[in-house]
T-cell receptor, first 113, second 112 residues
């Protein structure tokens, strides 16, 4: 079945450094790719999303890139801050109809000051 | 304020005792889903609904039931809970396909 692979599973950076999380997906019909941030004990919250007709999207310190040919998409966080510490999940829509989101297993990001 | 409300937030119960986790949304969204979150496995979809009286299985539907009798509510039913259903459950809603998904605060279930 369809799946989404996410790497790395853990990532530790110094405050001010950049962090990159990568995902690959298997369903070539996927056309919607959101990223969620989940702080400890809280619900996942959408931080950025991208659709298949766009190669890159940026929102302040966060950017997402999409390579549909290679079925890769990545989250880039610049100038990291301690409050960026959380678990990050990527997801891809199932099929062109997008009736479901298939999530990666998550990346635990730790930003130390 | 846009809200997805789950109840209860925490529940400890015993094997075989039927339980229902409620989910209610005030955003008039068509789509609602249930996920379970387990360490190292991420979020896995249990069931989803695209509209009233329209439901379908997700990736891990065994042992669960849902209903969608009205647009705002999407309860998750465990007819005969077992310990392997101990997990953190999230309800989520979105306006339509390929739109941002909004999660509830989660329900932590422990089945002994």
């Amino acid at each position: 079945g369809e799946n989404v692979e996410q790497h790395p599973s853990t990532l530790s950076v110094q405050e001010g450094d950049s962090a990159v999380i990568k995902c690959t997906y298997s369903d070539s019909a996927s056309n919607y790719f959101p990223w969620y941030k989940q702080e400890l004990g809280k619900r996942p919250q959408l931080i950025i999303d991208i659709r298949s007709n766009v190669g890159e999207k940026k929102d302040q310190r966060i950017a997402v890139t999409l390579n549909k040919t290679a079925k890769h998409f990545s989250l880039h966080i610049t100038e990291t801050q301690p409050e960026d510490s959380a678990v990050y999940f990527c997801a891809a829509s199932r099929g062109q109809a997008g009736t479901a989101l298939i999530f990666g297993k998550g990346t635990t990001l730790s930003v130390s000051s | 304020e846009a809200q997805v409300t789950q109840n209860p937030r925490y529940l400890i119960t015993v094997t075989g005792k039927k339980l229902t986790v409620t989910c209610s949304q005030n955003m008039n969204h068509e789509y609602m889903s249930w996920y379970r979150q387990d360490p190292g496995l991420g979020l896995r979809q249990i069931y989803y609904s695209m509209n009233v009286e329209v439901t379908d299985k997700g990736d891990v539907p065994e042992g669960y039931k849902v209903s969608r009798k009205e647009k705002r509510n999407f309860p998750l039913i465990l007819e005969s809970p077992s310990p392997n259903q101990t997990s953190l459950y999230f309800c989520a809603t979105r306006r339509s396909n390929n739109q941002p998904q909004h999660f509830g605060d989660g329900t932590r279930l422990s089945i002994l």
